[in-house]
């Protein structure tokens, strides 16, 4: 699971290294297969010099990870075999080396994933990708056809056929243009086209690219078998339109009606839509937006007042800026990344933690007493938010990985969760610093507000999850958008009831309802 932190994904560039050192001892030995390798050779210290120049900013960008993932396994295996063939001296490069790190076949699914999820929420074009380009600017290397049909065959293993398909397409775009010997053909690209076509339900395109794949190979047995198959199930089909038309089959013909989109559905348009600021707060809250010095909630900040950005109003949320400094961010990376597991999520169904697909980080817990400097930050986050730390949970480090993201959810328990019964009640408050920039990408969004908050390095957000009733405020929903280009820290402080009576005494009223309710539906700029 190294995809899901970069901070992770650094030790991969030692073992990168290590190759890089092993396949030049190689090819001194063995001139045979050197035109082969000494390509991916090539490739290699290229792209760790390139990495070795600004590291976060390398890997951050997630097609040099994926590349550098594929190097490491796919690519490696290819190498592999070639070395095999041939030498006494060194048979298995990884065997060589069992002090560094590998990626697994996992990583790789786990970065082709990522990139697609981030063509999708930030429309990306395939074209625009592969050729290390966002929005006409370079981003990273150019990809290589082996690089594209790699990607295409990992989303093809994960049943993603749509994908899979364009980035086949690419890859036979690319091999034509390169003119380089790969372990693949334009006839294993056809292949794959043509079945994923079929795979997605258009059999006449199916059939037009198995014949593209005929005129290559007209001996291909496989893609013969499939032809009379195809032909039979395009005739059928339009045998059963024409009856249809005709009204012969008894089938009512299928209402035109307009897609009804899921509840799900909407709220994914509305998050990507907010992933991609295009979504602006109403102008008539934007005026009444205020950035004030706070010096109430505590003496000390009569001393050192808090800047404070009013960012939406009721529910309140709020920045605080440079309220943890530089040190203190290095210090909580440091004491944070050894101990980093995958991010995992309560399974309703079992009650368990569970690592989700709609959660990509790394994150570990550092309490107050193992350190002056987290306990310094619990007591400025008391002197921030007004509240008492008695019931906090400890400061949750998070780093997120490539394409990392957390899908719209609520920071409090549901009732029927009831998981933070015995810690104090819910989550009354959350305060999450933002420990880096994000280059592009990786914004917190509130999706029932209509609301993009981007990273900035020392500020913290903070807003409250409940209302003075206890009840969730459903309103606080909440996402973090893919991370485009960058390497993303953020770390979480949860207040929980418990002891806020006296702070912030409930009552049976929701905040302010006239003006919470209905709540505003985001309206995206552009529709798609
Ligand atoms: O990283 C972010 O922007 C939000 C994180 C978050 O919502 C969470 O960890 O609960
Ligand atoms: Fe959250």
Redesign the pocket.
């Known amino acids: 699971e190294l995809f899901t932190a970069i901070a992770e994904v650094e030790h991969l560039l030692e073992t990168h290294k290590r190759i890089i050192d092993d396949l030049d001892f190689y090819i001194d030995k063995e001139e045979k297969r050197l035109s082969t390798l000494k390509r991916h050779l090539n490739l290699y210290k290229r792209e760790h010099e390139k990495a070795m120049e600004d590291i976060p900013n390398y890997l951050g960008n997630p097609i040099n990870a994926f590349t550098l993932i594929k190097r490491l396994t796919t690519d490696l295996d290819h190498i592999e075999d070639s070395i095999k063939i041939g030498t006494e001296y060194i048979k298995n490069i990884t065997m060589n080396h069992e002090d560094v790190k590998y990626p697994a076949l996992e990583d790789l699914t786990g970065a082709a994933q990522a990139l697609t999820r981030l063509q999708e929420t930030y429309h990306l074009e395939v074209k625009d990708l592969s050729e290390g380009l966002l929005n006409g600017v370079a981003y990273s290397s150019p990809m290589s056809a082996g690089d594209c049909y790699e990607l295409g065959r990992a989303l093809y293993n994960e049943k993603d056929f749509t994908n899979a398909r364009d980035w086949m397409k690419e890859a036979l775009r690319k091999l034509k243009e390169e003119n380089v010997p790969y372990a693949f053909t334009e006839v294993d690209v056809l292949e794959y086209i043509s079945f994923s076509y079929y795979l997605l339900g258009d059999t006449r395109s199916a059939l037009e690219w198995t014949q593209k794949l005929l005129a290559v190979d007209p001996k291909h047995s496989r893609a013969k078998g499939n032809v009379p198959h195809y032909q039979k199930s395009i005739a059928e089909e339009e045998l059963r339109l024409r009856k249809q038309r005709r009204g012969e089959t008894g089938e009512e013909p299928p209402e035109e009606k307009p897609a009804e989109l899921s509840a799900y559905a909407k709220e994914r348009k509305a998050y990507e839509a907010l992933c991609r600021g295009e979504v602006d707060i109403p102008l008539a809250m934007s005026k009444r937006l205020t950035c004030r010095y706070m010096t109430e909630n505590h003496p000390f900040l009569r001393l050192a007042p808090i800047k404070m950005e009013m960012m939406y109003l009721n529910p309140d949320i709020v920045m605080f800026h440079d309220v943890i400094s530089d040190g203190e961010i290095e210090m909580v990376k440091r004491m944070a990344s050894p101990r980093f597991r995958r991010a995992v999520v309560h399974d309703p169904k079992t009650g368990e933690l569970v690592p989700a697909h709609y959660r990509i980080s790394k994150s570990s817990w550092l309490k107050d007493s193992e350190s002056e400097a987290i306990a310094r930050i619990s007591r400025r986050v008391s002197h921030m938010t007004g509240l008492s730390m008695d019931t906090a949970e400890e400061l949750q480090v998070?780093n997120y990985g490539i394409g990392g993201h957390?899908e719209p959810?609520f920071?409090f328990a549901r009732k029927r969760e009831n998981a933070f019964s015995k810690q104090g009640g819910n989550r009354i408050a959350t305060v999450?610093f933002y420990m880096s920039d994000v280059a592009q990408g990786g914004a917190?969004v509130f999706t029932e507000l209509g609301l993009s908050v981007f990273p900035v390095k020392r500020a913290a957000a903070f807003w409250l999850n409940l209302h003075p009733s206890g009840e969730g405020d459903i309103s606080t929903r909440?996402?973090?958008c893919p991370v485009l280009q960058g390497s993303?820290w953020?770390s979480?402080k949860w207040l929980h009831q418990s002891g806020q009576e006296l702070l912030k005494p409930c009552n049976l009223e929701y905040q302010d309802e006239s003006m919470i309710r209905p709540i505003p539906r985001p309206v995206p700029k552009t529709s798609r």
């Open positions: 998070v957390y959810h920071d999450l917190t909440h996402a973090a993303k953020v979480n």
